[in-house]
């Protein structure tokens, strides 16, 4: 079986939701308490044991591939001030030389687009596909529990989490068919179904292990739902052709690509991090306090 050696992050969005924050800043580059969003993302992938790393960018994006770069000045200073926590860190995290490399999607087609523009990247083997929007709890994990269950099963692997039923429309959904090792096989799946429609309360995560024939489906660049060229329709045509497979990750997956999701995932690992938590939970206790009699005199009209 092949190994699973590379990833595709589609960092091309333009964030509208998150305008003005995002007017100059790629809302991959917004903070969750101190790493970018999509340092989060990389991370999972180096855990899960990913050695080459696939932004597909577009116009305004050049700060992503400077964030992966090394800063030697920086660097300097740090070893300089006797920083050496902070410079591990930041060594820790530095993808080697030649581990990472950079496409454009030059015209915003959709998620199933982005991913076509990685096949020359990819070429002929299987890859993981993480979504940067989309950060887990506790982080890392997903990713390297689908690669354990890739190592069983091969095929393509699809991660997903329950959501509640009148949420079904705003994710790509999955049918449950039998176990298969720590997964299960999918029965099919639908992207964004319209409300009472889904086969399930199983929503994808964002996070993926593909077969490279999906580049010769995405090929045909047939549009779907919002028209555009979605890769659920064309994971869909695969499943005909191969064995398709679904892992129920038991953590939480935070949707940063809405300001609520956003907000919500701060607020979650910083409670999450030992070196904060007592502060934090302080803070949010005296902030609800604060702005309970207002809520209350809200409701009660
Ligand atoms: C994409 C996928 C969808 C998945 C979602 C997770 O949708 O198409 O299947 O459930 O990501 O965030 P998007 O959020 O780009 O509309």
């Known amino acids: 079986m092949r190994k699973v050696r590379k990833a595709v992050f589609p960092v091309a969005g333009l964030g509208t939701r998150f305008l003005p924050a995002t ?4 809302k991959e580059m917004l903070t969750v308490v101190d790493r970018p969003v999509i340092q989060y993302v990389v991370d999972e992938a180096r855990e899960a044991g990913i050695e080459h790393f696939i932004f597909v960018t577009g116009r305004n994006k050049a700060v992503i591939e400077d964030h992966f770069d ?15 926590d902070q410079l591990d860190r930041l060594q820790r995290l530095q993808p080697q030389p030649g581990q990472t490399s950079f496409t454009r999607q030059q015209v915003p087609l959709g998620l199933g687009h982005a991913v076509w523009c990685a096949r020359e990247l990819v070429g002929d083997e299987p890859f993981a596909l ?21 190592n069983e099963t091969g095929g393509s692997i699809i991660a997903v989490e329950e959501c509640d039923p009148s949420e079904t429309h705003k994710y790509g959904i999955v049918g449950r068919g ?20 889904a086969p399930s309360n199983l929503y994808i995560n964002g996070r993926y292990i593909l077969q490279p024939e ?11 739902a919002g028209n555009e060229i979605q890769l ?46 007592e502060s934090m939970a302080c803070s949010i206790r ?16």
């Open 214 to 224: 999906i580049f010769a489906i995405l090929e045909s660049q047939e549009r779907g």
């Open 286 to 301: 005296t902030l609800l306090a604060e702005v309970e009699p207002a809520r209350r005199k809200v409701a009660a009209g």
């Open 23 to 26: 007017k100059a800043i790629p």
């Open 178 to 197: 039998e176990d298969a090792s720590t997964g299960f096989r999918i029965t099919g799946m639908v992207e964004k179904p319209k409300p009472g429609t």
């Open 70 to 84: 090394i800063q030697f000045e920086l660097n300097h200073t740090l070893a300089e001030r006797g920083k050496d």
């Open 232 to 277: 659920t329709d064309a994971m869909l045509k695969l499943e005909r052709q191969q064995s398709f497979y679904g892992y129920h990750y038991r953590g939480r997956t935070f949707d940063c690509g809405s300001p609520e999701g956003f907000v919500e995932a701060n607020v979650a690992f910083a409670l999450s991090r030992s070196d904060m938590n």
């Open 130 to 150: 993480l979504l940067p929007d989309m950060i887990t709890l506790p982080d890392q994990g997903c990713m390297k529990d689908m690669v354990a269950l890739y």
